[in-house]
């Protein structure tokens, strides 16, 4: 049973849980979807993505890559971006680690024999008043080391948004997760910290001689 959120729940000034559903249900799963289909790829594990799968998204109203093209304009017309597409594998009918400040959305849907997103459910919502009031940038520069831009895993033609931060550095970590790091009150714990940064580092020597490819990417997370 998907959690039941009520259809008239504003998600925005002007839009609600409805609006959402009624806009995106029967849509494409992405508009850039055309010939390409069999290389759709999970955010989150780099598997394929098939049709007739169930899978589910993430949304955001906000982005961290404030320097792309498109940045400015979501802000502005706080629109619901999709930032990440999981796997059936990878679907969870709840956000990941909702984080304060931004308005998230996660959709469930099965997809039709031609990519359409059928069946389409809003499961759960943490609008930006709610969620643990962490810091993706900060905590990616910390655990990495390096500049939040200049991170090989967080390529400029991206978006981002919290959930994408989380995701990707639970994929690359092995022993510790992104919520062990994080304490509740949204500080940082030290001490897990330097085992994350330990971990990222070898992570980072395996890339590196892979050329930080995204099939050796996939490859590392499926065999963790
Ligand atoms: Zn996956």
Same mark, same amino acid.
């Given at each position: 049973?998907?959690?039941?959120?009520?259809?008239?729940?504003?998600?925005?000034?002007?839009? $609600? &849980?409805? +609006?959402?559903?009624?806009?995106?249900? @029967?849509?494409?799963?992405? %508009?850039?979807?055309? /010939?390409?289909?069999?290389?759709?790829?999970?955010?989150?594990?780099?598997?394929?993505?098939?049709?007739?799968?169930?899978?589910?998204?993430?949304?955001?109203?906000?982005?961290?890559?404030?320097?792309?093209?498109?940045?400015?304009?979501?802000?502005?017309?706080?629109?619901?971006?999709?930032?990440?597409?999981?796997?059936?594998?990878?679907?969870?009918?709840?956000?990941?680690?909702?984080?304060?400040?931004?308005?998230?959305?996660?959709?469930?849907?099965?997809?039709?024999?031609?990519?359409?997103?059928?069946?389409? $459910? &809003?499961? +759960?919502?943490?609008?930006?008043?709610? @969620?643990?009031?962490?810091? %993706?940038?900060?905590? /990616?520069?910390?655990?990495?080391?390096?500049?939040?831009?200049?991170?090989?895993?967080?390529?400029?033609?991206?978006?981002?948004?919290?959930?994408?931060?989380?995701?990707?550095?639970?994929?690359?970590?092995?022993?510790?997760?992104?919520?062990?790091?994080?304490?509740?009150?949204?500080?940082?714990?030290?001490?897990?910290?330097?085992?994350?940064?330990?971990?990222?580092?070898?992570?980072?020597?395996?890339?590196?001689?892979?050329?930080?490819?995204?099939?050796?990417?996939?490859?590392?997370?499926?065999?963790?």
């Amino acid at each position: 049973m998907s959690p039941q959120i009520p259809k008239n729940k504003q998600l925005s000034p002007s839009v $609600t &849980v409805g +609006d959402l559903q009624k806009t995106l249900n @029967g849509h494409k799963l992405s %508009p850039d979807i055309t /010939s390409k289909t069999s290389n759709m790829k999970c955010d989150y594990c780099s598997s394929k993505i098939f049709t007739n799968d169930k899978v589910s998204q993430y949304l955001c109203d906000d982005v961290l890559n404030t320097k792309h093209p498109k940045a400015k304009y979501i802000k502005e017309s706080n629109q619901f971006v999709q930032l990440a597409t999981y796997c059936s594998s990878c679907t969870s009918e709840l956000l990941f680690y909702p984080c304060r400040n931004y308005s998230e959305i996660r959709t469930v849907f099965k997809l039709s024999d031609s990519w359409d997103m059928i069946n389409l $459910t &809003v499961t +759960d919502v943490s609008l930006n008043s709610d @969620g643990i009031p962490w810091k %993706p940038k900060q905590l /990616s520069e910390k655990i990495s080391t390096i500049s939040f831009e200049k991170s090989e895993l967080i390529t400029n033609d991206n978006l981002w948004g919290p959930e994408n931060i989380y995701t990707i550095y639970n994929a690359a970590l092995k022993n510790i997760a992104v919520e062990d790091i994080i304490n509740y009150d949204g500080s940082i714990n030290n001490k897990k910290l330097s085992t994350a940064k330990k971990e990222y580092e070898n992570f980072r020597n395996i890339m590196g001689s892979k050329g930080f490819t995204e099939n050796a990417f996939r490859d590392y997370v499926k065999n963790k």
